[in-house]
C-alpha cells in the first residue's frame, strides 16, 4: 500500500454527477461528508514496469514479453517513444464494497460514492503519472499521457494478460472479469511512453474514444479523463 494524500476535489466530484449548477445545502453537505467518509476506507496501491519497444505498422511490440499493443491508436501514441511503462492502480475493495452497501440503503449516496470514488482514482493516477515522470527524466525523457485499454482501437481485452504481466493480483489483489471489467472497480491500467523532450504528440480526443457516441460526460460539455 502506498501514501499518498488524496484531497478529492469537489468540483471533480460534481463533474463526474454530472451536475454544473448549485446544488441544495443538505446535498452539498453530503458531499462533503462522502468525500471524509471514502478518504478513511480508500488503500490506495500501484504497480508498473517500464518496457523497451519497437514499433511496427499499426503494433507495439514489447520486450520479453508476450503482450502486444494492436491498433492505429496506440501505435500513435508511442510513435516516438522507445520505452513504455505498463502501470494498474486501485483504490481497493473496501470501496466497492461501500458502493454496493449504499445501494441496496441509500441511491443518492451510492451515487455521490461512486462519484467520490471516480475523482479519487483519476488524483491516484496523476500521483502515479508523475511517479512515472520522475523515472523517465532520469532518462532526460518526457512522458506522454496515459493511454488505457479500451481507448481508441486498443483492445479491452488485453486486460488479464496486462495484469499477469505485472503481477498485479499478488501485488495489487487486482483481477479482471470475464468482460475484462477490472476488479475492484476504481482501479485502472494504463500505457504511458517515454518520448525525447522535444517531440509531441496529439492531445487525447474524445472522437477516439470508443465510447463517444454514448458518453454521458461529453453530452454535458465535459471530459472523462480517461
Not at 43 to 67: A, P
Amino acid at each position: 500500500m502506498h501514501q499518498c494524500n488524496l484531497k478529492i476535489s469537489r468540483e471533480e466530484v460534481l463533474r463526474y454527477l454530472g451536475v454544473k449548477s448549485s446544488l441544495e445545502e443538505n446535498v452539498n453537505n453530503l458531499i462533503d461528508e462522502t468525500i471524509e467518509e471514502i478518504k478513511k476506507i480508500i488503500r490506495l496501491n500501484f504497480t508498473w514496469k517500464v518496457f523497451l519497444l519497437q514499433v511496427r505498422e499499426n503494433k507495439i511490440i514489447l520486450q520479453n514479453c508476450k503482450l502486444e499493443l494492436c491498433g492505429k491508436s496506440i501505435n500513435n501514441h508511442l510513435k516516438y517513444c522507445d520505452k513504455c511503462v505498463l502501470f494498474a492502480a486501485t483504490l481497493g475493495s473496501e470501496v466497492d464494497r461501500k458502493i454496493n452497501y449504499y445501494e441496496k440503503s441509500n441511491m443518492t449516496k451510492a451515487l455521490i460514492f461512486d462519484a467520490c470514488a471516480t475523482a479519487a482514482i483519476e488524483e491516484a493516477c496523476d500521483f502515479v503519472e508523475e511517479e512515472i515522470r520522475k523515472t523517465a527524466l532520469k532518462d532526460d525523457k518526457e512522458i506522454t499521457w496515459r493511454f488505457s485499454p479500451g481507448y481508441g482501437d486498443l483492445r479491452l481485452d488485453i486486460q488479464k494478460e496486462f495484469l499477469q504481466l505485472l503481477d498485479a493480483y499478488k501485488k495489487l489483489g487486482l483481477t479482471v472479469s470475464s468482460h475484462s471489467i477490472l476488479i475492484p472497480r476504481k482501479s485502472v491500467t494504463a500505457i504511458i511512453g517515454f518520448m525525447p523532450k522535444d517531440k509531441k504528440i496529439e492531445k487525447k480526443s474524445c472522437i477516439n474514444c470508443n465510447k463517444y457516441d454514448s458518453c454521458g460526460f461529453r453530452k454535458i460539455g465535459g471530459i472523462c479523463e480517461y
